[in-house]
């Protein structure tokens, strides 16, 4: 998975081959299928791999519910380290999600989906979001996703030899999710 992920900067997933995973490998390409049934299921693998340790972080960060500001920032911060320390699976994320092969593509939605819905109930823990309905809470979830899954793209973005680009980035997703905070406050204050 390690090999993949190295030749998947430069490409896309669709135009790797098993025999190029298995050359940087060192390995004959029958052994791949010990691992894999084939290279659609090394995909899905990168995909889960990819999401499941992120997940168990951004967890953590909602972990105090009586500060908003603390959870938007923590989350942000966990996100762009994550970004860094995992730069090759975020860069075969962003590549796929809508790219080359449609298992992956599906896969990758599915995860982002699971992201959302595991927000929103973890936002149902908050005082007053506790008492919104469950479909409100989706929304406004699914925007806090959409909203950091960009701001993965921009941290991808930024040129390394500019530390202010990716400032800007992590400055503006703090501002959007802010937003999406006080702006859900003042939704449910008009009674929707």
């Avoid at 075969?92 to 995860?111: D, K, N, T, Y």
């Amino acid at each position: 998975m390690h090999a993949a992920l190295g030749l998947l900067e430069s490409k896309g997933f669709s135009s790797l081959s098993l025999r190029e995973v298995t050359r940087e490998v060192g390995v004959v390409p029958t052994a791949f299928y010990r691992h894999f049934a084939d290279m659609e299921e090394l995909g899905l693998a990168l995909v889960d791999e990819s999401f499941g340790a992120l997940r168990a972080m951004l967890r953590e960060a909602r972990a105090d519910t009586q500060r908003f500001e603390h959870v938007i920032r923590g989350s942000v911060e966990i996100l762009v380290r994550h970004v860094h320390a995992n730069r090759p699976q975020f860069l075969f994320l962003v590549r796929e999600r809508f790219g080359g092969v449609a298992s992956i593509r599906h896969a990758i939605r599915s995860e982002i989906r699971l992201f959302s819905s595991e927000l929103s109930t973890d936002l149902s823990r908050f005082p007053n979001l506790n008492e919104w309905r469950t479909e409100d809470l989706h929304v406004m979830s699914s925007l806090i996703v959409n909203t950091m899954v960009a701001t993965v793209e921009g941290i991808l973005e930024a040129p390394a030899v500019s530390p202010e680009a990716e400032g800007d980035v992590i400055r503006t997703a703090e501002r959007q999710l802010l937003m999406i905070a006080l702006g859900a406050a003042a939704y449910k204050r008009r009674g929707s």
